[in-house]
């Protein structure tokens, strides 16, 4: 147990997202910052077993696994899925161009805006991905923040409550900043409007709320 603390003190923002709200059920997905530099350590590997993590789903870019990868031996016995959010449109100029990065929300308007084909990806592999679940990013602040705050809508978590979570990040966090991206959710209707103009079926979000509400 002392090895798990040691590892909750060493990684920011690894936490349960039952922490801040009922809506979904305990030990069933964590977010957190990027793991990979710890692999190394002790203190991972409890970790790891301390929460029984079966399945890591990483949303970092190509120039950010291969300059901080996963070693082989450190998720032998975990399903490791790397889902990048911006990267693969940031390596082609010719689509960069049509991304404004001057919106006001940045990154929280361009992923659900742009990137509605791995949002898919990550909801479909969430109802046959064993958990619990890790999702993070490399700070477990935007990307992790949009794609968790996704799930929790689904859950029918009030905002207020996914805000505390949020904002339970730190490191320049704001309602201000995450508005942008609940403004676009808010834009389609409901929560299942949005994730169905993903390409997403109502039997798979549905199978989210099987297996994850609480």
Partial sequence: MQDV?????KIPNYRDLAKYTSKIKPRMIYRSSHLAPHCSEDYFCQLIKGFEIKTIIDLRWPTETNRLPYSTESIQNISY????????LL?????TRLIPFNEKG???EIIPKYFKNQIKSIFEQLTFMETPVV???WSG???????VSLILLLLETPEEEILKDYLATGMTTSKEKIQPFFDIIASYGSIRNY????GLTNNVLNQVIQ???K
């Fill in 5 to 9: 603390e040691t590892a909750l003190d």
């Fill in 81 to 88: 899925v790397n889902v990048p959010l911006l990267d693969s």
């Fill in 91 to 95: 390596n082609k100029k010719d689509v």
């Fill in 106 to 108: 940045g990154f929280y």
């Fill in 135 to 137: 999702i993070h990013c």
């Fill in 141 to 147: 602040k935007d990307r992790t923040g949009m794609i």
């Fill in 195 to 198: 994730l169905t103009s993903t």
């Fill in 211 to 213: 297996k994850y509400s």
